[in-house]
């Protein structure tokens, strides 16, 4: 009982007994989860420097419609995307690692993704088969991050949790002193480039863009969700899940590469972008339980309004626009400290 490990196993299983999930809690949860996002997004674009009425930009009338649709809506779509894969990757990687801490960035695979628009920037690549160098560099520097993650932590044909993370910790540290390398050596002009990508941020997209985007991120999130009662074993223990006739190598494997997606493809578009996948899966964890039948969906919906009403505050509050991750950091951790002070009962940590 003294094993830490064994403790938080057993404090995972009594939160899921705590709050049980029901067909009908499901459904009125993410009812107004789904809505609440569907409020959000439709009334964040009529935010900012110019006074847009909503009346008028439905109805075609210049220039209300060509600023709602053609600006504030884009960069809101992206905005609820990104937010929604984030938080989505994050309960995902907690569940992985059993680790309350990690984040879509512990596995390296964000850094990766920065690595590749780094060199992208400093060499000025600037198309590649037609899609801008960077978004591609950054990927191609994901996906090496993670191949490179899978094949440290593979010992023979098991893949395990706790080399996984140390593997993707390692490598995060590598990855990000090559970054800084880079930096050193950049131009004045490189290195503007560089911290600006560095910060994170939401710009407006072309709707075939945000179609891509959409069409990786949305069925990923949906299969994920279909095994959530997966995360849930594994959550408790790769031993616990394999006694119950799940496979944890496949689950680790599939769930790293899931997970790897999503951020992948929200970092090669935005930058990198915090605290979402912290903040809110154990926000959620604490009002809903740690049942990812629930958590996992509602994390989703919540993640998108989350980042969406960071981001009209981003550009909207401050004389200047600030980036996005700025102000997911600042509003953030205090929520985050008061939501650890305030708990009544040990989470899964």
Request: charged share 10%.
């Amino acid at each position: 009982m003294g094993d830490p490990s064994r403790r938080a196993a057993l404090d995972h299983v009594l939160l899921m007994t705590i709050a049980p999930v029901t067909p009908a809690r499901t459904a009125r949860v993410l009812l107004l989860a789904a809505l609440a996002l569907l409020l959000i997004l439709s009334l964040a674009p009529l935010a900012g420097p110019a006074p847009l009425d909503l009346r008028k930009a439905w109805a075609g009338e210049w220039p209300d419609a060509q600023v709602y649709f053609a600006v504030r809506w884009p960069r809101a779509l992206l905005a609820g995307l990104a937010g929604g894969a984030l938080a989505t990757a994050g309960v995902l990687f907690q569940a992985l690692l059993r680790d309350a801490l990690a984040t879509p960035f512990t596995l390296g695979v964000s850094s990766g993704a920065s690595l590749g628009a780094v060199l992208a920037i400093v060499f000025g690549w600037q198309s590649v088969a037609g899609f801008p160098a960077l978004w591609v560099a950054a990927f191609a520097g994901a996906a090496a991050v993670l191949a490179i993650v899978i094949s440290i932590s593979a010992e023979g044909r098991r893949l395990s949790s706790f080399t996984l993370l140390l593997s993707g910790v390692t490598i995060n540290a590598i990855v990000m002193s090559a970054i800084m390398l880079l930096h050193s050596t950049a131009t004045a002009g490189q290195s503007f480039a560089i911290v600006h990508w560095l910060m994170g941020g939401i710009e407006p997209l072309p709707y075939a863009a945000l179609a891509a985007m959409a069409a990786v991120i949305l069925p990923v999130t949906l299969g994920l969700c279909a095994y959530a009662r997966h995360w849930n074993l594994l959550a408790v223990g790769e031993e616990w899940a394999a006694t119950r006739g799940a496979s944890p190598n496949r689950l680790l494997l599939g769930g790293y590469l899931a997970g790897s997606l999503l951020t992948a493809s929200v970092t090669a578009v935005t930058g990198p972008i915090g605290f979402v996948g912290l903040l809110v899966p154990h926000a959620l964890r604490l009002r809903l339980g740690g049942d990812h039948r629930l958590l996992m969906p509602a994390s989703f919906l919540m993640g998108a309004a989350f980042l969406i009403v960071c981001d009209t505050a981003a550009r909207t509050l401050f004389t200047v626009e600030i980036p996005v991750s700025v102000l997911t950091a600042l509003v953030g951790g205090p929520f985050f400290i008061a939501l650890l002070r305030g708990k009544k009962k040990s989470l899964w940590l």
